[in-house]
């Protein structure tokens, strides 16, 4: 009887051995027997993305489709899928001609809760065993917000350009005119101002029609005399009409844009819309001993500083 029982064991030990992953008590053969992968170095991904090493932060874009991209080191089995359940709970598609190395899917990443670390998540395994999955994780924060900036805006006569009377334009964040110690109205909720474009539409001096800067705080000029004042005698004929496109972005691309349209008579500032606010003939101040028209941009940004500059910042 002992032996007998000792039979009945070794066969119901056997069989557990035989049972696969494709189906609770199926019994499998020995080539449908699924045998994991080792663990493999993984590289994830995001297009655009921004790495800050101070803070040891990735920053990716919020609100729009970006790429993501996980390059594994050795080839996926073909009969495994690659599938991301953070952000979306989506299957990869393999690059064509990555011999099963790279995966792809666009996804949107959402910033609720504004510039909050979250996990994308990326599991490796067969679809008929995924709690034998490998998983694979990197930490981002999604930034949705556009940065902002203030600006103290000043044109000054500097007589002439090409024989063609004009002033040059300025322009800073930086308001230490108005406040007792200089304070920068300029900043982003999350990943931290990149690049600011201000692009000029002249009539006549042209090679000062872009000027570019990084970071904050945010200051620029266009030369001496590359706004030409309105003159209806020259040939052609001056409007002293200027368009100034503003561009100011944050290190994942959200972009605040604006335009300022400079109207000049025949020797100073009449007419100033700065973000769809028209400023009349006599905002602003004009010294007349240095020729000089200073203006408040006030994009009312709600960055601490601002308060004592700009009195509709919050």
Not at 54 to 71: D, F, N, P, R
Request: overall charge negative.
């Amino acid at each position: 009887m002992k032996k007998l029982l000792l039979v009945l064991l070794v066969v119901t030990l056997a069989s557990f051995l035989l049972v696969g992953c494709l189906g609770t008590g199926t019994v499998a053969d020995d080539d449908d027997i699924i045998i994991p992968p080792p663990p493999q170095a993984v590289t994830i991904t995001v297009a655009g993305e921004y790495y800050d090493a101070a803070k040891g932060i990735t920053y990716v874009q919020a609100g729009v489709e970006k790429l993501v991209t996980v390059i594994f080191a050795e080839p996926v089995p073909e009969e495994y899928v690659v599938t991301m359940t953070e952000p979306a709970d989506v299957i990869l598609d393999v690059t064509a001609g990555s011999d099963r190395k790279i995966w792809t899917k666009k996804v949107t990443f959402l910033d609720e809760p504004l510039c909050t670390e979250q996990c994308i998540t990326i599991l490796v395994g067969h679809p008929c065993c995924p709690d034998d999955a490998d998983t694979y994780w990197k930490m981002v924060v999604p930034d949705g917000a556009k940065p902002c900036a203030s600006f103290v805006v000043t044109f000054k006569d500097c007589g002439t350009c090409l024989d063609v009377p004009g002033a040059s334009m300025s322009w800073t964040t930086l308001c230490g005119e108005v406040c007792d110690v200089p304070k920068d109205c300029c900043g982003d909720a999350c990943s931290g101002v990149g690049v600011s474009t201000f692009t000029a539409d002249y009539d006549i001096c042209g090679s000062c029609d872009v000027e570019t800067d990084s970071g904050c705080d945010i200051t620029g000029a266009f030369e001496c005399g590359c706004l030409s004042y309105a003159d209806a005698k020259a040939d052609p004929a001056l409007t002293g009409i200027h368009e100034v496109l503003v561009s100011i972005k944050d290190n994942v691309g959200n972009e605040f844009t604006d335009t300022w349209t400079i109207t000049f008579d025949t020797d100073n500032v009449t007419t100033l819309t700065f973000n769809s606010l028209k400023l009349g003939d006599i905002t602003g101040s004009y010294d007349s001993t240095k020729k000089e028209f200073t203006v408040e941009v006030d994009n009312s940004c709600t960055w601490t500083d601002c308060a004592s500059c700009f009195l509709t910042a919050q």
